[in-house]
Nanobody, 127 residues
Framework: QVQLVESGGGLVQAGGSLRLSCAAS????????MAWFRQAPGKEREFVAG????????TYADSVKDRFTISRDNAKNTVYLQMNSLKPEDTAVYYC????????????????????WGQGTQVTVSS
């Protein structure tokens, strides 16, 4: 059974940076589609960034485009989310998600396609 463990969250001032990490178990990580979602208090979980396994194609939510970067290191079974120019509205619990089916997806933004989730890590951006 695949498990995901996030780390790297914390408190940062507006304009600052954080890098989230998500370590995955499993021997076929290189075939997982990976993504980050977030959920702010009182709001629904929303897509942040995703990366396809086959060609490392990436997709970003408009709200984070040009500020956040998703990347992966298959040798370390880890996906990252580099977050720059953070804003108070980025405050949320950030979740790592994996689609372990090995199917090459066209869309990466739909939460229901991901079968494995981490426990979440809190990111708080102060103004």
């Amino acid at each position: 059974q695949v498990q995901l463990v996030e780390s790297g969250g914390g408190l940062v001032q507006a304009g600052g940076s954080l890098r989230l990490s998500c370590a995955a178990s499993g021997r076929t990580f290189s075939s997982y589609t990976m993504a980050w979602f977030r959920q702010a208090p009182g709001k629904e979980r929303e897509f942040v960034a995703g990366m396809s396994w086959r060609n490392s194609r990436t997709t970003y939510a408009d709200s984070v485009k040009d500020r956040f970067t998703i990347s992966r290191d298959n040798a370390k079974n880890t996906v990252y989310l580099q977050m720059n120019s953070l804003k108070p509205e980025d405050t949320a619990v950030y979740y790592c998600a994996a689609d372990t089916s090995g199917v090459l997806r066209i869309l990466l933004t739909t939460s229901r396609q991901y079968d494995t989730w981490g426990q979440g890590t809190q990111v708080t951006v102060s103004s």
